[in-house]
């Protein structure tokens, strides 16, 4: 069981259901969510979902068939090195899909969850998106 100030027992026990290499990318997923800042938290929501949040939602975990999602949620951080790769135009969250043997940015994930969280510490994306548009 995991007793680190922000870490969840609960994500524990959802990572480990999956299969080890789904195991291995939500580990690392996690690792960097919490490196992004050591304030980020950990809960479950949705029933069964792992979230990562601080200040508002930062990221979610879904473990899929053949892959692993990584929703962001957050639909105008900036993605300068190109890691989102799935629902660049969602009104409010993108995702970022990890399969087997996928070469994955780990500095650019957790770049993005930098971005996120400042936006959250800022108000969040809505109230910044608001204010451009004015």
């Known amino acids: 069981m995991n007793d680190r100030p922000g870490f969840d027992h609960r994500v524990d026990e959802y990572i480990d259901r999956l299969p080890e290499w789904q195991q291995a990318i939500c ?42 999602n990584v929703f962001i949620y957050d639909p ?33 994930l957790q770049e993005l969850f930098c971005a996120v969280i400042a936006d959250n510490r800022a108000g969040g994306w809505r109230r910044i998106k608001a204010a451009s548009e004015e």
């Open 27 to 68: 580990r690392r997923v996690r690792e960097t969510a919490h490196a992004a800042d050591p304030e980020v938290q950990e809960t479950i929501k949705r029933s069964v979902l792992p979230y990562f949040v601080l200040q508002g939602n930062v990221c979610a975990l879904l473990a899929a068939k053949d892959h692993v």
């Open 76 to 108: 105008i951080a900036p993605d300068p090195n190109g890691i989102i790769n799935q629902g660049q135009d969602n009104a409010t969250a993108r995702s970022v899909q990890i399969y087997p043997g996928d070469e994955t940015d780990w500095a650019a």
